[in-house]
């Protein structure tokens, strides 16, 4: 097992997260554990904030694959941090999409079609709607 050592460049909770994501595909090692996970994804939830991170809407346009869900209301208490996540099984095929709006009409600024699907086996449960884009707090809001 390779372990990646932080750099200056790299934060370590994008280790975890890393790790967390080669290990879902079967590339390398164990899963990190839940609380770790939540720990990584409040840790760079914080530095987006603190950093004032804005993400371009057009990386966000394809298919995700979902691998961990993270608690309803995660947060830090004492620098530790409180809730637990899981991780989706991997007999069932979870995913977010993302794309822009087909027709023309329709085609506001921030303004995306997002898809919720999960599958198992043949069987597909998808929910697709509109969504609203706000790229300077990085919040994605839908019904």
Not at 13 to 31: D, W
Not at 107 to 113: A, C, D, H, K, L
């Amino acid at each position: 097992m390779t372990i990646e050592m932080p750099s200056p460049a790299m934060p370590p909770f994008t280790i975890t997260l890393s790790q967390a994501a080669k290990a879902f595909r079967g590339e390398l090692g164990m899963l990190p554990t839940s609380e770790a996970m939540v720990n990584a994804l409040l840790q760079a939830e914080q530095e987006a904030k603190q950093e004032r991170l804005s993400i371009a809407l057009e990386s966000l346009i394809g298919d995700w694959q979902l691998c961990y869900t993270a608690p309803r209301k995660p947060r830090f208490r004492e620098g530790i941090a409180i809730g637990k996540g899981f991780y989706a099984p991997r007999f069932v095929r979870a995913q977010i999409s993302f794309y822009l709006p087909t027709e023309l009409a329709d085609r506001i600024p921030g303004r995306v079609e997002i898809g919720n699907q999960v599958q198992l086996g043949s069987l597909r449960f998808r929910l697709t709607g509109p969504a609203m884009y706000s790229g300077k707090k990085n919040l994605l809001s839908f019904d």
